[in-house]
Structures are given as C-alpha cells and as structure tokens.
C-alpha cells in the first residue's frame, strides 16, 4: 500500500520525504527578494527542460531558505558555486521556492493550500503536486559571473522563470489563524536552545566528517548537542536512538518558527507558525522527539510528544493566536518554452 496516497497521508504528514532533498531565513510577512525597485539581474547564458522520467535528483546549490530538513554534509559549501547552477529534476515550486526566498510556510501554503483563512495560491498541479502524486520536474543549467551571490542568484531564477515559464506572481498579506511561538517562562529557555556562541565563528563543521571530500578543522562540541555541520541551517541530525532529531547552528527564532510545520507535519501543526519569543540574536539548539507514522490514529500522541519537546528542551511553546502573513500569489504560469 502505498504510505502516501489518501486522506490519511493528508492529515497525517508533511515532512522529511517532501523537502528532503533541500530547501538566510525570512520573516512571514516579507517578501524576501522580491522588490519592484529591484536591480533587474539575468544569468549569462540559461537552459530549461522537462527532465527525463527517473533521472536523478540534483543541486549544486541551496534550493532552501535554511529550512533543509534532511541531512547536511560538513563540506555543503551554501554558496552560489561561482554563478554555475546544476538542478536536475526538480518540481516547478522548488525553484518558485529559490527564486522568492520562501519560508517553509510559505512554500508550504504555494505547495497544498491547506492553512484556514490563507487565500489559494493558484499555482496549478503540475507545478505543485499533492500528497499522493508528483509534480512535473524539470533541468535548469545556467552560468553567472564568477561573483555572484545566492541572492542576486535568486532575481536572476526570477527573472529565468519570468522568461521560460512564463511566470507572474505577487505577494498578498492575509490576517490569519497561527501558533504564537512564545516562552513557556519569560526570559528562561530550555537546556537545548543557548545562544550561538561567540567563538564558533561558523568557519568549521561540527560533526564526523567521513564523507569529507578533504579533512576540515572541527568547531568544538556544542553544549545543545550534536548540531548540523553548518551555520544558518535547521537539518536532520543523524542519530542511533530512536525519533526524530533536528539541530540549528547559529540560526534566528524565525527560522525555527516558519520550518514548525514542515518538521511535525500539518496534522501536528496545522497553522502557520510566528515567533514572538522576543528572543533576538543567533541560537543553537537541538530537538527530539518520538513521532509514530501508523497513521490517524497515532496523531494526537505525536502532537503530545512534540508540544513536551518544545517545552521541555526548548523552554517555548505554541499558543492559538492571529496575525498577518505574506503569502505567494501565482498569476500566471506555463510550461516552459523551447530554449
């Protein structure tokens, strides 16, 4: 039987096998790259097409906003590979995703529609998928100069989807049911989220470093944890015990408050998420908990576990709230034209 088909799939999961081939953290009501006075930036030399059914999945450059979800290498270098991108068969929304900066929530309301009170995104099938079938994927090739940083990277993919896709979009700002992310004990966190630390300037990797194309310097040990090998990230933590385990290095309480939704699923969160902690600076942390995927009848014991997480490691918690987010609009979208 396959996992994902159903309403159970629908209420149950939105998580690892969703995002995990990933995706500077972004607020809900920004707008990210996007700017009508923007400097108007295109890649040199540009190559879109549908991908061959079964090819391999590839990036060699962040597709995410910080949100990455599954594993991370210590030799990820982030960056915006001297202005070469390499993406094999990726979904449309991904590179929406990249060219707009999206939060997880935000990718999550482009994506499935499924938070009370956010308009639709218009954004057809093909581009989007559901949880029981596969978008359409598609090859993207392109050269930049050599200096070319992730963000003038991201007007350049706008402008490319603009051209090959016909792309329109724009941003709307809805007044919406969400979970405040708030501390449990004013000014008190929990032992797993500490402030990053000023002597872990992000320049080495902090975890086993096997796959290494080259030895690196090693940052010392975390008093979270074992956390991601890299800075500005919130990733998958390989570990024996058993649950789930996620990790953040010198990442901000947005970030964590716009990924909440893709880490447990939309059953376990099924309202945006906005960080009012008033926490201000870069953290570290670590989470983990016991998540069950039998199906309907495990969610309300994953929703337990998780809320307990959160506060007894963390110190936060989530509290029924409303407030105004800025979600992706698509206007217009076509499949690609010939290169």
Same mark, same amino acid.
């Given at each position: 039987m396959n996992p994902y088909n159903g309403n159970s799939w629908l209420r149950s999961m939105v998580c690892l096998a969703v995002a995990v081939v990933a995706m500077a953290p972004v607020g809900l009501g920004q707008s990210a790259t996007h700017s009508a006075s923007a400097e108007k930036r295109e890649f040199d030399v540009a190559s879109v097409r549908p991908s061959k059914p079964g090819s391999p999945q590839h990036t060699n450059i962040p597709l995410d906003s910080g949100n990455v979800y599954g594993s991370i290498s210590p030799d990820d270098a982030r960056s915006a590979a001297g202005g070469l991108v390499i993406v094999t068969h990726q979904a449309l929304w991904r590179y929406i995703s990249f060219a707009y900066k999206l939060s997880g929530t935000q990718e999550l309301a482009l994506r499935f529609g499924f938070f009370s009170g956010v308009p639709k995104s218009g954004a057809p099938f093909w581009v989007t998928g559901s949880f029981d079938a596969s978008s359409e994927f598609f090859d993207i090739s392109a $050269?930049?100069? #050599?200096?070319? !940083?992730?963000? +003038?990277? $991201?007007?350049?993919? +706008?402008?490319?989807?603009?051209? $090959?896709?016909?792309?329109? =979009?724009?941003?709307?700002?809805?007044?919406? %049911?969400?979970? #405040?992310?708030?501390?449990?004990?004013?000014?008190?966190?929990?032992?797993?989220? +500490?402030?990053?630390?000023? !002597?872990?300037?992000?320049?080495? %990797?902090?975890s086993d470093q096997s796959s290494a194309s080259a030895p690196l310097p090693v940052a010392a040990p975390a008093a979270v944890g074992d956390?991601?090998?890299?800075?500005?990230?919130? #990733?998958?933590?390989?570990? %024996?015990?058993?649950? *789930?385990?996620?990790?953040?290095?010198?990442? %901000?309480? !947005?970030?964590?408050?716009?990924?909440?939704?893709?880490?447990?699923?939309?059953?376990?969160?099924? $309202?945006?998420?906005?960080?009012?902690?008033?926490?201000?600076?870069?953290?570290?942390? =670590?989470?983990? *908990?016991? &998540?069950?995927?039998?199906?309907?009848? #495990?969610?309300?014991?994953?929703?337990?576990?998780?809320?307990?997480?959160?506060?007894? +490691?963390?110190?936060?918690?989530?509290?029924?709230? &409303?407030?105004p987010i800025s979600f992706l609009m698509v206007d217009r979208v076509e499949r690609p034209s010939e290169n």
């Open positions: $050269r930049a100069p #050599a200096d070319t !940083s992730i963000d +003038q990277m $991201r007007l350049m993919m +706008q402008a490319l989807l603009a051209d $090959r896709f016909h792309l329109v =979009t724009h941003f709307v700002s809805a007044d919406a %049911p969400v979970f #405040a992310l708030v501390l449990a004990k004013p000014g008190v966190t929990g032992p797993n989220l +500490q402030p990053h630390p000023p !002597s872990d300037d992000c320049t080495a %990797p902090v956390l991601p090998p890299v800075c500005g990230v919130i #990733a998958h933590v390989p570990s %024996p015990a058993q649950g *789930w385990h996620y990790g953040g290095r010198a990442i %901000p309480l !947005s970030l964590f408050a716009t990924s909440v939704p893709t880490m447990t699923g939309l059953a376990a969160t099924p $309202r945006p998420v906005v960080d009012q902690t008033s926490l201000s600076g870069l953290y570290d942390f =670590t989470l983990n *908990w016991i &998540h069950d995927p039998s199906g309907d009848e #495990a969610i309300s014991d994953n929703i337990a576990n998780f809320r307990n997480a959160l506060k007894n +490691q963390l110190g936060l918690e989530l509290k029924p709230s &409303h407030a």
